[in-house]
């Protein structure tokens, strides 16, 4: 059984137009650029915003269904929220801004809490003396007091500096495992998405575009728009010219070259597609030593941008064919050293034919 | 020193800034988080009295508070009294009069508590009341407190109204003011002197009182 049903459609105003499930105990991470409608998703979960029309369930109660008038207040949603910039009470010290949402059902205690967020010894300071990842600790904690049948985190760690932010992800990483309701976290980081959510759920112009778990979002999105706004850099126009399903293979024709995909039976032999690899399907070619899979849709170039950032080294690399054309390639920094990868330097490379994907031909995807 | 005038002015001042207390709160609650139409235009009315000549408010309460209006027709039929002349009729020149002194600084105050501050505490389990006094009220304390205090000293010293609606008879709407300018007449400047030293102490007081609220919460 889902724990949590949201289905949701506004048209004045902010527009929305989606639906989505998640189960106890998951992550649904809604991403998405700024002003797509995420906040809003959140806050109508809440009972804060009141879509046109729409219906949410949550467990065995019906918190908002238009059709039939029901609209139950925040208060009575039982819902844990941790606000961007965490809106604390400002003349409250922590141990009220905790307790103020608790009452005589609660089972945990505020010391129990506390410890659960390490905020022991803070409980007597005041929310301005704390520190951002004090701040949000007190509010995850404020959010967790009563109980909530839903966790709702929006951005909760976009008000941090960088190091703190990977602290408190893992940190909530291991809180979120032993908290047994769904969660929704809202953010506009991808990683942060990735590495939280059990699933994806891509939002453009308030419209759900694909969900689904963060590998099959990043290595099959399902439209052209979908791998821009998950930042795929590799997404390129081409035409399906065969199609083979006892051989799982589709010929592609990219810029005077054929390449093998997987057989895609959505498409139709002779129309125009876009294609995506991610990065790190890209396969270098030894210069000594070639492996077996140098034939797979070989193709070279020069390399124009090498840039390594936390540990994966970024390779750019223009065509030959077409110097204007550019194939992003991740590689681990050791292989770059031991292949004495350079600017300037021309490499071959292959494109691994299960990684490449398919998608149906839209505009203003070319890059 | 013209003690009966004292208490008055004082009595008037009082019961308007209570009074003002509750209805500054509603109108700078409403105005503070509420978006419709038409908004500026309340915001004019409400903000009217600054910038009105006392005289001409006072005429208009005059016209409509008098004994030929249906309003004040009204009230004498269920009263026996009449609002001209009046204590009742300067309390309710007053409450006009001093409304936006009362409404600004609590307008203010709550405009300044964040939308979602509010919305925290709902889904915390507060309702409106709760929020109201536990949330709003603690945040926004120094904003009516400055509106009480100037609604007190706003009415305590007003003149031109006062004159128009209740005009001067003592022990019923001769208030501190007024009873200088009546001294002033009577060449009696002695008594003058002493009754608006009485109100400079007590204005200085008031708008220091404000400014170290102010002070106190920024």
Known sequence: MKSLIVQLENRKGIPLDLNFECEAGKVLA??????????????????????????????????FKSDQRIFVAPQQRHVGIVFQNYALFPHLNVRKNIEIG??????????????????????NRMPSTLSGGQQQRVALARALAREPKVLLLDEPFSAVDQVTRRKLRLELLELIRKLNIPIILVTHDLDEAAMLGDRLCVLHNGTGLQTGTPD????????????????????????????????NTSVILWEDIKFEAPFQRQIQKGSKINWSIPADKVLLHRRVNPSRGVRENPVSGQIIELVTISGISNVIIALDSDQRVKLHMDLPPHVVERNALKVGEKISVSLLKDALHLMDYSHSSSR | MDWPAFFLSLRLAAITMIILLFIGLLIARFLAWRQFRGKALIEALVALPLVLPPTVLGFYLLSFLGKNSWFGHLYEQMTGDT???SFSGLLIASLIYSLPFAVQPMLRAFEAIPKKLR?????????????????????????????????FAHTLGEFGVVLMIGGN????????????????????????????????????????????LNKRNS
């Not at chain 1, 002003?35 to 019906?62: M, N, P, W, Y």
Request: proline share 2%.
């Open chain 2, 169 to 212: 008879i003592p022990g019923k709407t001769r208030t501190l003011s007024i009873a200088i300018f009546d001294r002033v007449q009577a060449f009696d400047d002695q008594s003058a002197q002493i009754m608006s030293l009485v109100l400079l102490i007590f204005a200085f007081v008031t708008i220091s009182l404000v400014f170290l």
């Open chain 1, 102 to 123: 608790m009452d005589a059902t609660c089972v945990s205690s505020l010391e129990d809490l506390l410890s659960m967020v390490n905020l022991q010894g803070l409980e």
């Open chain 1, 30 to 63: 809604l991403v998405g650029p700024s002003g797509s409608g995420k906040s809003t998703i959140l806050r109508s979960i809440a009972g804060l915003f009141k879509t046109e029309r729409g219906f949410i369930k949550c467990h065995d109660q019906v918190w």
């Open chain 1, 216 to 247: 099959d979002v990043l290595r099959a999105p399902a439209t052209a728009v979908v791998a821009r706004l998950m930042d795929i850099r590799n997404l390129f126009e081409g035409e399906l010219v065969d199609q083979d399903q006892e051989k």
């Open chain 2, 83 to 85: 609002l001209v002349f």
């Open chain 2, 119 to 151: 919305e925290a505490a709902w889904c915390s389990g507060l309702n409106r009341w709760q929020t109201f006094y536990k949330i709003e009220l603690p945040l926004a304390w120094s904003g009516i407190l400055s509106g009480m205090v100037l609604a």
